[in-house]
């Protein structure tokens, strides 16, 4: 059988949540599990697969410690992608060994989409900004972005002041003048990293000259699409979808 055509689990190990979905072939099958990553252990991960059949496990992860877990867990083939996996894209980057599985994966899921040049926004815990473009028809990795995520704006000021507290999100329609503290913050975090957001990719098409096509996926996807990007393509799974196309070329 070759090995496209067989079952693979995909795990999307990140540092707030360890993500399983299991791919039918060349298909993502949709029966996605969830798991907090502080939680993760051998017992969790059979329990979230029981009834799964799959032949190979592929990763991305960013958390070096859970490999023991994960190599415990399953007897099959298991590979970690990084970037001299088979992949449809090359890297015009500085430091291939400390290039993040999971930017590794979704700029494979962007390049896959073929809408060059784009930068796939990865909105969660820290927000990633990966630039794809083509060169003489294929797709180049050129490096991107790493930046605070919205709980980090959120929550940095109740860390590092006396008085300031800690807030929750209530969600985007805040007013941009507080009347008080809490709703002072809330606006500071939002319109702060939604301006953030905008001033990086402005400033990423000002260095290659031309306009990009937005890709968004994680968490904070939606809000994005809603505030600054109504044209942009939003791909939830956007980081399976890259994985899934490392393990139909090993």
Not at 11 to 25: C, Q
Not at 110 to 117: K, M
Not at 127 to 142: H, K
Not at 164 to 192: C, Q, R, W
Request: hydrophobic share 45%.
């Amino acid at each position: 059988m070759k090995s496209q055509l067989k079952a693979t689990l995909l795990i999307d190990n990140s540092n707030s949540r360890t993500k399983l979905m299991l791919a039918n072939g060349t298909e993502l099958s949709g029966c996605k599990q969830v798991i907090p990553t502080a939680d993760l252990s051998v017992e969790r991960l059979k329990e979230a697969c029981s009834g799964w059949v799959f032949h190979r496990v592929v990763v991305a992860s960013v958390v070096p410690a859970c490999r023991e877990v994960f190599n415990a867990a399953f007897a099959c083939d298991i590979h970690y992608i990084y970037a001299q996996s088979p992949m449809l894209l090359s890297f015009d980057y500085d430091g291939l060994d400390t290039l993040g599985a999971d930017r590794i994966a979704n700029a494979v899921g962007a390049a896959s989409l073929g809408l060059y040049p784009c930068i796939a926004i990865d909105a969660g815990t820290a927000v990633t900004f990966d630039l794809v473009l083509s060169r003489d028809g294929s797709p180049v990795y050129l490096g991107g972005v790493i930046s605070p995520g919205l709980k980090s704006f959120m929550n940095y000021m109740a860390t590092c002041t006396a008085q300031l507290p800690h807030i929750e999100f209530p969600g985007e329609d805040i007013p941009i003048v507080g009347k008080n503290t809490k709703t002072a913050m809330s606006s500071g975090a939002l319109y702060g990293f939604l301006g953030m957001v905008r001033e990086i990719v402005t400033r990423i098409q000002n260095e290659i000259g031309e306009s990009v096509h937005i890709i968004l996926t994680g968490g904070d996807a939606d809000l994005l699409y809603r505030e600054l990007y109504p044209d942009a393509s939003k791909v939830n799974e956007l980081t399976f979808m890259g994985l899934l196309h490392v393990a139909n070329r090993l």
